[in-house]
């Protein structure tokens, strides 16, 4: 359908007005944020893409995305996703349970749109006061409704921004608030490279559990991808949490983890092996996963994830296994098609 030029003008410095904005406004929260550990609606940083999670994580910067992708970068949306719709669920440690639907649809020189959902139920918890005394059983739930666009600003350089209303409810405790992201994706033709960046989570609570106020999980993410000129690999690196440099753990027992340690710990790394245009295997590893959960010295397998794709007549399955050491694994099932 056609629009006429000035509807087209309006969208695309609308986008950069946002954009701008974002990043002027993650500036300002990144001293308020920067420990997640304190921040609220945590579960905002999980992956919801059963794709990206097996390999290790919300990379920014992956090949031939989906619209299940947008959640970690806005920019992913072009208009390869029109009709693009996926459901994908997982079951978290302790029985935790979450789902994610989002659907995408692109309008001829105006942009795409995409819209979400992601929901958590945490089951049920019992009560007790100080005493132990069982005061019976309360629920907790989150959930997130995302609205998000991306348009080509140049050939190959996408722009993305999406916002975000979230509602928590914890027994009669019950929060709200808004969040924005914003990204850039540039395919790089020549390399068959990707390169891609996203700033996340910017916003505040409308209203709070109990008078306090939180930060939100602010993460400020780069990345880049690359398939292999002779083998069917494509490799896949992120830089995470940009915005706070040091990554501390309790195994640091008070020292200042080392500049090598502390860099490896923002790294998330993925492999995708394509045996055919219908069949991908993938692996991944967060190295900051592994540092906060393995139990000993040993190996462990805490951080390291791998899944497989699979396309059967125009609908695509997705497997993922991530490993949290002794605490178990997240098994993410995935299905999208185009509607």
Known sequence: ????????????????????????????????????????YRFLELTGSARAAALGGNHVALNNPDATLFFANPAYLNADAHGNFGLSYLNHVTDVNMGFVSGAWHFNDIGTFAAGVRF??????????????????????????????GRELATNLQLGIAGTAVYSSYDEFTSTGLAVNAGLYY???????????????????????DNRNEPLPLDIRLGISRRLEYVPLRLNVTLHSLDRWDMETFRDEGESPSFSTNLFRHLTFGGEIMFSENVHARVGYDHLTNNELKTNERLDAAGFSYGVGIRFRGITFDFSRNSFSDLGGITRIGIQTYL
């Open 1 to 40: 359908m056609h629009v006429f030029t000035p509807v087209k003008l309006f969208f695309s410095r609308a986008a950069i007005l946002l954009m701008a904005m974002t990043l002027a406004l993650g500036n300002v929260n990144i001293s308020e944020a920067s420990n997640n550990g304190d921040s609220v």
């Open 120 to 149: 958590i139920n945490y089951g049920e918890m019992r009560r007790a006061d100080a005493t132990g005394t069982d005061l019976g059983s309360f629920s907790a739930n989150d959930l997130a409704l995302t609205i998000g666009y």
């Open 187 to 209: 395919f790089w033709e020549e390399l068959n490279m990707v390169v891609g960046g996203a700033v996340t989570n910017i916003g505040y609570q409308v209203s709070r559990y």
